[in-house]
């Protein structure tokens, strides 16, 4: 079994900063693509940014040069630094990871519970 935690969720300002971890933890696995995904109060879940294994990115365009997402594959961890914040990106963010596991031929992907953001003054 993997299980992904995500962490750093809270309340902050508009205009402030906030850092989001995901950690993927369990046996017999490796990782592939991560990413990070969120669901606003009466809205589907959409992509906010995605990073391959090789550490290529991709942002949507409402949170692009604001927002950066990277990986520490030592610590199977992928982060999300999200700033200039508004109040349009309060939602529950998720992170997702494309898994490999070791007796398996192909992958499967992989979600944590949530974490809540929320930009408000």
């Known amino acids: 079994q993997v299980q992904l935690v995500e962490s750093g969720g809270g309340l902050v300002q508009p205009g402030g900063s906030l850092r989001l971890s995901c950690a993927a933890s369990g046996s017999g696995f490796s990782v592939n693509a991560m990413g990070w995904y969120r669901q606003a109060p009466g809205k589907e879940r959409e992509l906010v940014a995605a990073?391959?294994?090789?550490?290529?990115?991709n942002y949507a365009d409402s949170v692009a040069g604001r927002f950066t997402i990277s990986r520490d594959n030592a610590k199977i961890t992928v982060y999300l630094q999200m700033n200039s914040l508004k109040p349009e990106d309060t939602a529950v963010y998720y992170c997702?990871?494309?898994?490999?596991?070791?007796?398996?031929?192909?992958?499967?992907?992989?979600w944590g519970e949530g974490t809540l953001v929320t930009v408000s003054s």
């Open positions: 990073i391959s294994g090789a550490g290529s990115t």
């Open positions: 997702n990871a494309n898994i490999k596991r070791t007796i398996y031929v192909g992958t499967i992907d992989v």
